[in-house]
Structures are given as C-alpha cells and as structure tokens.
C-alpha cells in the first residue's frame, strides 16, 4: 500500500480492538499484580534495633510499660487466641487461655498472672463496689505466679537466668503488695482471731490466713496505724536507698512514735512509758501461699495464707523445697520515720525550752532488739536530733556485712541541759533499756558495744568510757564550803552525775569533732546571747533544787546558778576543763574523725568553724581522721567510710568477720 493511502476500515477497527484487549490485561495485571508479586517477594524483613529497644522489647511488661509483654503477646497468638476472644481484654481472653491447648504450664501460667494483674489494674481503685472483683484480681496474679514458679515443669534455680522469671516474680510482689494493703484498709486483718498468733478473714471469695510469727512488733504496740508499700516512697535527702531483691511484698508499718507524737502530753502522766522503744517504723516482708500440693490443686484452692516476717530476721525463707531469697527494703522506714518525726522542729524547741520540746533522754532502737547483734550506739550533738545520723545510720543498714552484725541504737536527747545531767540521764536509759532485753548481761549485744558521738555527743561519749573518781566532786567543790551535813544528804542525787565509772560492755568509741576541751565560740558574745536564750527542762531545775542549794554553803546563801549545755562547752567552763582530763578505760579503743573547713594553714591551728582541732584531738587515739569540712562531718561521704572501716576492722580483730569481707564502699 503506498504511504497516502488509507487503511480499510476492517482493519483499523481490528487494531483499535486489539488495543483495547491489550489495556484490559494491563489493568487486569494491575489491579492483581501486587499479589502476584508479593509472591516473588521476601516474606520477613529486617531492620536494626538499638540495644535499648532490644532490652525493653525482651524486658518491658505491664508494670513496666503499661502493655503486656512480649513473652504473654507470643502466648496468645500460639495459642491462637490474639483475636476473637483476646481483641479485648478481660476474662472472656482469660478463660480462653486457661482453656487452650497445647501450652506448657511455664507459658499459660506466666501469661495468665500478667492477664489478672491487667484486669486488676483496669478495674477503677476508688469505687467501693468493685473493691472484692479488684481483690480477686490480685489474688489470681499472685496465685498464677505462684503456680509459676513452685509448680511448673521447672523450678525456679533452673530459671535463674530468665528474664520471664524476673517479671513473674515482679508480678507476684506487686500483687501481694496491693491484695495485702487493700486488705488493711479494709480492716480485714480484724476478723475473728483464729487461736493463737493467727487471723482468719473471709473477702472476695477467699479465706486468708494471717500468720504473725514470723515477725514480731515493737513493745508496747497493738495497733499498726498505717500499712505502706515501701516501693511507693521516694526519699530526698537519703544518698542511697537499701534493699534486698527477692520474692515477697516490701511493706513498712506506721505505729505512733512515743516521743513525737502530737497527742503525747508534755509531761506524761504516771505510769511513765519507758524511755526506750523499738523503731516505730518497721519493715515486713509479706508472702502469700496458695494451699496444694500439685499444680491442679493450687489453681483450684481458695485459700491462702499470709505469713509477715522480719527481713533482718529472715534472708531466705523455704517455699516447696526451694530456699528462696527475701525480698527487703532497709531504708524505707528509716526514711519514712525521719520524714514524719519533725526532729528538727522539735530539738530546737527543746534547746530554748519551749513547748512540746522533750526533757529526758529516749533510746530509739532502729529495729527490734537482736540479742545475737552487737549495739552500735550513737549520740547527737547541740541541738540535733536522730536526723544527725540519716545517712550514716543508712549505710550501715545498708552494709549487708555490718547489717548481719550490728544493731543500731540512737539516743534523742534534750541538748539544753548541762552536759553532766544528760550523761547521767543517757547512761540510765541505756541501762534500763539493757536490763529489760538483757538483765543478766550474757547475749552478744550487750557486750562490745561501739560508741558514736558527734559534737556535744561526742564528749559525752568520751564521759561513757571515762573515769570520774573524785576529781568532778573536787572541781565542783574546790570554790565551796557546803554544809557537811546537807552535802551528805545531797550526795546520793550527784554521785551519778559527778562520780561515775566506764559504761559497762563499751570496747570501742568513735568521736566525730567532739569539743572535748570547749571551744571559744561559746564563750563567745554570741555565745553568750545564745546561752542566754536557752531554757533548762522544769524537771532538771526541779529535780536538782535541793542539790543545788546544799552546794550553796551557809542556808540563805545565793544558790550557784545550773548551767546549761552551752556554758558547758565554753573552753573555760570548770566542769568542760575538769572532764577534758578524766582517764579513758584501758579496755576501749577509741578513734577520732576532726573537721577543718580549710585546708590550708598549720594543723594545729585549724578549726571546723565551730571546734578547733587542739579541742577535738585526743591523745592515744587508734586512728585520727582529719577530713575537709564544716561541723557536720558525720554527713560526709569520707567520714561514712572511715566509720564504716573502722566497724569492718573490728569485726576482723574481733574474728566475727567473714572469710572475705567486702571493703567498705565496693560493689
């Protein structure tokens, strides 16, 4: 055909059809090609992930990440359950679990805990209704848990190293935390007592079974006001935090603390309360065991029971044959105690003789009495209270070596009165203290006590292991011409105060900036105005009236006027000069920690702003620690680890240390 000529229309009709046929398998292949290609695809691909996603991918949970882990996500979907019945959750997906096939029990039972702890967490906390369904929830958290780890094709040292095992334990503390402070509040914990030192309750469907004897309360406290989980508290002014990572729920009880309560009188009426307690904070620990002796039995039972124990007491306990460790917080109700006790307040309305100050000494002990544990016992200075020792206290609790071995016994004191009254004062406390655990002197922790005393505490800690004899009776008689008569009647009150001999069972003191010859700054202008300012208890001036005035000499003669604690560390005070010279026990081995704020300049011209080191340094001394600091030196970091070193080496002199003890500040 030559090129001007037309096509036939047959054939351009031919072609256009042809065009068509061709786009409509075109479109065809379009619109079905991306299944046809995935098939020539890679069905997985791939992409990097931090180590931070992979540690929170393998490790994150419920609790952790507010959704269900990857190990219960996988269980679902094996189980074919991560749709339909597990869309939502809730119990529809609960019991389909529990009714699939084809799982082992570590799988189900792991899952199924962290499925009740998010129906527990999903169920509204302040609607009273709902309070037995939220109960429930956490008991079958803590029951799958429990199926978990004791009842499982594995026990838990076969385990040790999984991460799953980690989360179910977590689960199971979080859960008997909240199912035993849900109970307290309810006030289920006073149900009809079941005979001895068990209760019984009935809620939510179950019966629990309360077993107290594992831990036993401070003397003289019947009523627990408070029951707080340890891990809801955070603490400023703590460095560290102590714990111990186990199995079990980490609780603090709040009891009415005998010296600062608001309620407390002034001055309490007759019987007198002892002056001395036990820490009205303590820790428990808390377990819940689920009745059975096989896994089908566990999960069928309703009854539980709740035993509390004392973590200073019991580091592991036994559960189905398996010595497991317990968990413990050493620090929350230390912390929480210092954070409600309004010491700091309360020290300074003492010091100026103000209401709602405290006149007498009071023992505190930091947990319940161990007669196997050696006492370390601690004394504040000038207006201080037991917040002296926050952080030093909290180490050595949290010292796990020094924890197994000491006790921890803190004097709070009324620092207005002459230093000589509140040594007589402190030496009766802890006597009667000691007498009431210990009459006969014969456990371990009455013996080898450990004495730390920091400023004005210090010196009445070197009063402790010193030797009066007649040498205060002569400084204090040495201007005086007393009645012999009215002396001798006089006698029997002084002698404590004036004539005394080293505090039996002390074999080592620790004197932290002690001014143990005054300091100028008392006797200062400003001193002067201060001393002016203070006010001593009523019960001192009343109790040593009769004293005072027999010292006076000749009847109608001006009576000496009482110092108070301030004068007494004037460096010309007769009583501070006198004392400064009083012979240390032979038997005590004693050790100073001294501050000066700079350090530039001599030594022995240097001073902590407040003490001057010719004040505070002793002759004969073990050790002299001399650290760059203010007056409150027992709150540094260096003097924590030489107090901390110091009690390591006499547990290794003594041969109470272990084979090989950690040094004091390691890992």
């Given at each position: ?149 004791f009842f499982s094709e594995r026990p838990p040292d076969a385990r040790a190293f999984e ?97 600062t309560a608001p309620a407390a009188a002034p001055a309490p009426a007759p019987p007198r ?293 301030i004068d007494n560390l004037d460096a010309n005070d007769p009583f501070v000069r006198a ?89």
């Open positions: 055909m030559s090129p001007g000529r037309r096509r036939p229309a047959p054939l351009r009709r031919g072609a256009v059809a042809c065009a068509r046929g061709l786009l409509a398998a075109a479109a065809v292949l379009l619109l079905g090609g991306c299944a046809v290609l995935r098939e020539f695809g890679p069905s997985v691909e791939v992409r990097q992930m931090s180590a931070g996603e992979y540690i929170a991918l393998k490790r994150g949970d419920l609790l952790t990440q507010g959704t269900l882990s990857a190990a219960t996500r996988e269980t679902l979907q094996v189980a074919g359950l991560d749709e339909g019945p597990c869309a939502q959750p809730g119990p529809a997906c609960i019991q389909a679990l529990a009714d699939a096939e084809g799982l082992t029990a570590e799988r189900r039972q792991s899952a199924l805990s962290e499925l009740w702890l998010q129906r527990a967490t999903l169920l509204p906390a302040g609607d009273r209704a709902m309070d037995d369904a939220r109960l429930d929830a956490w008991l079958e958290t803590a029951r799958h848990a429990y199926a978990y780890l991460d799953r095992q980690t989360q179910v334990r977590d689960w199971y503390n979080h859960a008997v935390q909240q199912a035993v402070t849900q109970l307290f509040d309810a006030r289920a914990h006073e149900a009809a007592a079941a005979g001895g030192d068990a209760l019984e309750a009935r809620r939510a469907g179950w019966t629990l079974r309360v077993d107290l004897r594992g831990v036993r309360m401070p003397e003289g406290v019947d009523t627990v006001r408070e029951l707080l989980p340890a891990s809801s508290l955070s603490f400023q002014g703590l460095r560290s935090v102590y714990r111990r990572d186990g199995f079990g729920a980490e609780l603090v009880a709040v009891m009415d603390d005998p010296v309360a002892p002056d001395w307690s036990e820490m009205p904070f303590p820790a428990l620990t808390v377990l819940l065991r689920f009745e059975g002796d096989d896994l089908d039995a566990v999960l069928r039972t309703r009854r539980t029971r709740m035993s509390v124990h004392d973590p200073y007491v019991d580091a592991e306990v036994d559960l189905r044959g398996q010595r497991v460790p317990l968990a413990a917080n050493f620090t929350a109700g230390y912390g929480l105690w210092l954070a409600r006790s309004g010491f700091s307040r309360q020290s300074l309305r003492t010091l100026f003789g103000r209401e709602h100050g405290i006149a007498r000494p009071h023992l505190y002990m930091m947990q319940p009495y161990d007669p196997d544990r050696r006492i370390v016992l601690m004394l504040h200075g000038l207006a201080s209270s037991p917040e002296a020792w926050v952080n030093l206290a909290n180490e050595i609790l949290g010292d796990e070596t020094l924890r197994q071995r000491f006790q921890i016994w803190q004097v709070y004191y009324p620092t207005n009165a002459p230093i000589a009254l509140n040594h007589a004062a402190i030496r009766r406390t802890v006597s009667d203290a000691l007498d009431r655990v210990d009459p006969f002197r014969l456990m371990p922790a009455s013996r080898d006590i450990v004495l730390i005393g920091h400023s004005m505490g210090g010196v009445i800690s070197r009063l402790m292991v010193s030797s009066a004899g007649d040498r205060l009776w002569d400084a204090v008689l040495a201007e005086r011409e007393p009645d012999p008569d009215r002396l001798a009647r006089a006698r029997p009150r002084l002698q404590p105060v004036l004539g005394f001999a080293p505090f039996p069972g002390v074999e080592r003191a620790i004197f932290i900036a002690a001014p143990h010859r005054g300091t100028a700054v008392a006797g200062s202008r400003a001193g002067r105005f201060l001393s002016r300012l203070v006010r001593l208890p009523i019960t001192v001036l009343e109790g040593f009236g009769d004293a005072l005035q027999a010292l006076a000499g000749e009847p109608g003669a001006d009576e000496p006027r009482l110092p108070n604690s004392a400064a010279d009083l012979p240390i026990s032979p038997s005590v081995r004693y050790h100073s920690i001294v501050a000066r704020a700079s350090a530039a300049g001599a030594l022995e011209d240097s001073d902590d702003g407040l003490v001057p080191y010719r004040s505070a340094h002793l002759p004969g001394a073990v050790s002299e620690r001399v650290i760059v600091s203010g007056h409150s030196v027992q709150r540094s970091a260096e003097a924590i680890l030489e107090i901390r070193r110091i009690l390591h080496e006499d547990l290794r002199e003594s041969g109470d240390a272990p084979a090989r003890a950690p040094l004091p500040g390691s890992p």
